[in-house]
């Protein structure tokens, strides 16, 4: 795969320091809140965080959001408290927390999507599964104009771009990319009886939030990122609607909210129980973060809110878990 190198956006939060030593007052919260995963959940953690800050001034926080693959990986090696994810656990996953004796909780915290992208010259509207196969994958590697997408799909040119072509997306650590591996590439491919991971030539950029500047000057190309990265780009990028076989659909907050958006997916908070509970900053942010005012975040950053029912659903889950109860 081709890599293009980009200032990782890790550091975010590090105004949230500054903006917790400007602000006097406050509770008697001290100590440090480590979180590591999903760039797709940086704008929601910043927040977060920078509110929690702002009333608790003492309370430092160390985000470093560079992939939901590592966050997880750290998380269950137990060396963070806190990871965020855009994607659930998988079973092995799950085991080697288990292993390393991570007593853990897993919390749904903002509806998303992966989104494709594409510059509005030449225009793409809509994407059908097998031609986003045929484009993006494993047996699309060298594959760079659109006819050549439109002959392995078995499409008219007429429904296609023309001219060049190029697939642009975050790196392997990515929870985006196994999303879109999945629920993309993963229909298709079962049909074939193919594999469905993507193509190995294609433009890795690591920080999604950096996708559109790799887009704007690859003209004919596409991307995809979180549907928080995606919600506020307008201009010379635009989202491509899916079809999976029923009609195109947009991404909008009633599609992923209804699930007729194909590539729709939760957000995921990662909480290490028993640092939560022997540490009172830990259980102080996560219980801003799952309550009613830190559950209005992603709605503020781009993101999907979980409507009120679900919301009142996790944040009575994190108050048993919070005080011993059951996972």
Known sequence: MKRWSTIVLALVVVAVAGAS??????????????????????????????GFARRNPLVDFDVDMVGSQEGINDFCAGLVPIAGSSRPLTPSERANCRTSGVHFASFEVAHDAVVLLSRTDPPLTCITLPQLYAAAGPDARGVDTWEQIAAASGTSPSDLPSGPFELVGPGPKSGTLAVFQA??????????GASARIRDDYTVVDAEQAIRNALSTRPGAIGFVGYATAVDWSGSIRPVAVDDGGGCVRPTPASLRDGSYPLTRDLFLLVNLDDARTQPQIRGFVTAFLGAEGQAAPGRVGSVSLSTAETERESARWADLAKGGGS
């Open 183 to 192: 629920d993309a590439l993963g229909p298709e491919a079962a049909q074939r």
């Open 21 to 50: 030593a400007a602000c006097g007052g406050g509770s008697d919260l001290s100590g440090t809140v480590t979180v590591r995963g999903s760039t797709t959940l940086l704008p929601v953690v910043s927040e977060v965080a920078d």
